[in-house]
């Protein structure tokens, strides 16, 4: 018994369409852009060098992750951890990467 359980969870552990630890069935794996840590470092440069357009990179992020959208509308990463729906710019603003 305790076998089969375990031999079970490698295979769900294998399968990349399987959702993550805590999400709802019956959603897809997308890949989103997000600002995260390339972005705010492209932020800062452009920060010193012009104030100005410092602004630009969250409007087109640098930063992609693979996230699992549930039906009911909640992203989650691979690793089970839950996206937060802030937006900057119309794209989604930080969060975990993996």
Excluded at 70 to 92: D, F, I, L
């Amino acid at each position: 018994m305790q076998n089969q359980k375990i031999e079970g969870a490698k295979e769900a552990m294998l399968d990349t369409n399987a959702p993550p630890v805590g999400a709802a069935p019956g959603g897809v794996w997308r890949t989103e852009q997000y600002s995260g840590m390339a972005t705010m470092i492209i932020f800062i440069v452009l920060l010193f060098v012009g104030a100005l357009f410092c602004w630009t990179p969250f409007c087109c992020p640098c930063d992609s992750r693979q996230v699992y959208v549930a039906p009911n509308g909640q992203k989650y990463t691979r690793s089970g951890a839950m996206v937060p729906a802030s937006e900057c710019c119309g794209n989604p603003c930080g969060g975990p990467a993996e």
